[in-house]
């Protein structure tokens, strides 16, 4: 029992470095794109704020996706 608790946990951690990678992915990816489009100006379209914001809502929908199966 004990053992396949260890077994789940190592599976959550990995999923969860896995989401935190994409996460960190798409921020960069959507971070050079603006920044091509729009340049590192104070007038930008979007700040910081908005890029964090946007890392948060993808963050939940990548966790609130597909579950894994219970065995």
């Known amino acids: 029992m ?4 260890y077994k789940e946990e190592e599976e959550i951690s990995f999923r969860r470095r896995m989401v935190h ?9 959507l971070t050079r794109r ?16 908005d890029v964090d914001k946007l890392t948060q809502i993808l963050a939940k ?6 579950k894994p199966e219970r065995k």
């Open 21 to 29: 990678g994409r996460i960190d992915i798409l921020r960069e990816e």
């Open 34 to 49: 603006l920044s091509s489009k729009h340049g590192k100006d104070k007038n930008s379209i979007i700040s910081e704020t």
């Open 61 to 66: 929908a990548l966790t609130d996706g597909p």
């Open 2 to 5: 004990l053992d396949e608790l």
